[in-house]
Structure formats: C-alpha cells, structure tokens
C-alpha cells in the first residue's frame, strides 16, 4: 500500500467520522466544529486528486467563510438544546421514526454506492493514462473563456443572495 | 492510485449521511448543515471523476457549487434569523402555517 492510499483511507476515514458528528449529537456548536474538521480532510481528499486550487478554495471558502457564518448565527441565537416534538404524530412515531429514518438513509446510500459503482468500473482501464490537470492557470483558462457565462450569471446570484439575505434579516418597522 | 470507484462511494456514504441528518434533527442550523455535507459529497463527485477523465471541468462546477452554497448558507441563514425572532425557537414543527 502506497502513500496515497494510505492518505486516502485516513481522509476518508476522518470526514465519514465528522459527517457522523455532525448528524449525530444535538449542539449547533459541536455540530459545526465537526463539520470544519470533515472539510479539511476533504481537502486533504482534494490534494489527493491533483486538485490543489481546489483544495485550498474549499478551506478558504467553506471552512473560513460558510463555517464562520454558521458559527455566528449559532452564537447569536443560542439555543444549545433540540427541543422535544410536539404531541402528534412526529411524538408517536418517536424512536422508532428515528429508526425508519435511518434506515431510509442507509437504503438511499447503498442505491447511490449501488448506482456509482455500475458507472465508475467502466473507466478502470483508462485511470492511469489520464494526465494530472492540476495547474490553476488552465482552470483560469477555462474559466473564462468556455464557462464564461456561467461565472458572470454567478455574479448575479451572489448579488441577489445579498440583497436577499439583508432584506430577509432585517427587523420590520 | 486510488481507483475512481472509492471516491464514488465515499460520496455516496457521505451524501447518505447528509440526508438522515435531514430527517433525524429537530433543528433547522442543523438541518442547514446536513445539506452542506450533502453539498459536499457532490463537489468530491464532480472533482474524482474530472480528474479519472483528465479534464478541469469538475474542478470548475465544484467552483461553482461552492458559490452557490454559499449564497444558500447567506439566504438559509437570514431566514433562520427572522424565524427565531418571529417564533423563539428553532424547531422546523413550529412552522407549519403553509402546511395544509
């Protein structure tokens, strides 16, 4: 077993454990922090890949931006507690909801596992003839030259989501 | 190297874990988080499988779902914000005025 594989495994191992974190347990603020340590390892996963630029846009972006967002709404509002459900049929359901639930999840997951598994064997025989595409200039190239519209169209929505999220906050008269 | 098919299904644990988090919490910062996980397991998707083909369009679209989550994280959460200070609380049963 190489590095990488080794790398891979503690990755993968590291972000399913956090993901498992942060579903698991009822704090807003325990369920933050383990979900910044699941994106740094998905960053490690990244830098695997050959995806440095990446990598790096996912730290930066969601574990310093998003994160710091979060961390900030949870800290102003305060509600460390998940309150009970109400009496009906959520409360009557009670556990055994939960367990439906969680048996819904794991059936969706082993479809997903399932479906990508059939699609992916496929490309096994072409994996070690694709290049490494890692350099940030050609994703600069691409960027804005192919996916050009795409990236002016997402300054719009940056710009809607703005005035959205002021005009949503903010307290009426 | 890693083949392909492990990223593909870490993402589809990951995807599956996102989604219990939607059905199991009773909280709607949690639940908000659940679809970033979610969010998440697509973008390693779409970078495994750019890099199996050799090409930086899956780098570009995980660029550009990243925007989007974070417009969605902006929007979420100001909506968050105005229902705690219209209801108190944070539990997704206490609104249910649209559901018929």
């Known amino acids: ?173 | 190297m890693i083949p392909l098919n492990y990223y593909l299904i870490l993402s589809g644990i990951l995807f599956a874990i996102g989604t219990s988090g939607i059905f199991l919490r009773r909280n709607l910062i949690t639940m908000l988080l659940s679809v970033e996980i979610m969010l998440n397991a697509v973008n390693l998707t779409f970078v495994a499988v750019g890099r199996y083909l050799g090409t930086v369009d899956g780098q570009i679209i995980t660029f550009f779902v990243m925007t989007v989550a974070a417009a969605e994280a902006a929007v979420g959460l100001a909506l968050v914000i105005a229902l705690f200070r219209h209801r108190e609380t944070l539990s997704p049963d206490a609104f249910t005025a649209l559901k018929w």
Do not use: C
Request: no cysteine; charged share 10%; aromatic share 10%.
């Open chain 1, 1 to 173: 077993m190489d590095a990488s594989a080794i790398g891979f495994y503690i990755f993968a191992a590291i972000t399913v454990l956090a993901s498992l974190g942060v579903v698991g347990q009822r704090n807003p603020m325990h369920s933050v922090m383990f979900l910044i340590t699941s994106f740094g390892a998905l960053a490690g996963l990244y830098v695997l890949l050959d995806a440095p630029f990446t990598a790096v846009t996912q730290i930066i972006i969601y574990a310093g931006a998003i994160m710091v967002l979060f961390l900030f709404v949870v800290m102003l509002l305060n509600v460390p507690r998940e309150e009970p459900a109400p009496p009906g049929l959520v409360a009557a359901l009670g556990p055994r909801g939960m367990k439906i639930a969680v048996l819904l999840s794991v059936v969706l997951g082993i479809e997903i596992v399932w479906a990508l598994s059939r699609v992916g064997l496929g490309w096994f025989a072409q994996d070690a003839a694709a290049t490494s595409v890692s350099s940030v200039a050609l994703i600069g190239g691409a960027l804005f030259t192919r996916h050009a519209f795409a990236f002016e169209a997402t300054s719009i929505l940056i710009l809607v989501a703005m005035v959205g999220a002021v005009v949503i906050a903010r307290r009426e008269r």
